[in-house]
């Protein structure tokens, strides 16, 4: 559940500006994370495990 302000949700109380540059961000987060998993895959040989990481 949303947080309210009396009898409405915050949500409803933000501007459209705000709504479209909280989009903007979650579609670049969103964006970042596939290219992560990406990058970690692509030299992947398929149908084998992963190796593993770095041993610390």
Known sequence: MT???????IAQQRSKSEKARIKASNIASEAEKKAIAKAKYRNAVKNQPQPAGPAA
């Open 3 to 9: 947080n309210r302000i009396g009898n409405k949700d």
